[in-house]
């Protein structure tokens, strides 16, 4: 804690990156490929491997309960993505 009672931020070991460890799963969605795995975070990062830019994809969590939710946080991602430069652009 700090002086004033509240509790203050210290520095620690996060736990393991989105590229440590096997994917656990791969799933299709409207015919766009990924991979799952956990995020070390409680979550789940999700690998775009079929998409135009290596190593691009994103992180949810906590991790969804099922499939059909995973299918819809993929299907959220892809919507936001500019299709001419395959990022999801800044306003």
Same mark, same amino acid.
Not at 44 to 65: K, L, R
């Given at each position: ?6 509790? +203050? $931020?210290?520095?620690?070991? $996060? ?7 096997? +994917? ?12 799952? !795995? #956990? ?22 969590? #906590?991790?969804?309960?099922?499939? @059909?939710?995973? !299918? +819809?946080?993929? !299907? ?7 299709? +001419?430069?395959?990022?999801? @652009?800044?306003?």
């Amino acid at each position: 804690m700090s002086g004033d009672g509240e509790w +203050a $931020a210290r520095p620690g070991v $996060a736990p393991s990156s989105v590229t440590d460890g096997e +994917a656990e799963s791969r799933l299709e969605v409207d015919g766009e490929d990924f991979e799952l !795995r #956990p995020d070390g975070f409680g979550g789940t990062h999700y690998d775009w491997i079929s998409g135009p830019n290596a190593g691009y994809g994103f992180s949810t969590s #906590p991790s969804p309960g099922s499939l @059909e939710q995973h !299918r +819809a946080n993929i !299907r959220t991602f892809l919507s936001m993505v500019d299709p +001419a430069t395959g990022y999801i @652009e800044d306003d």
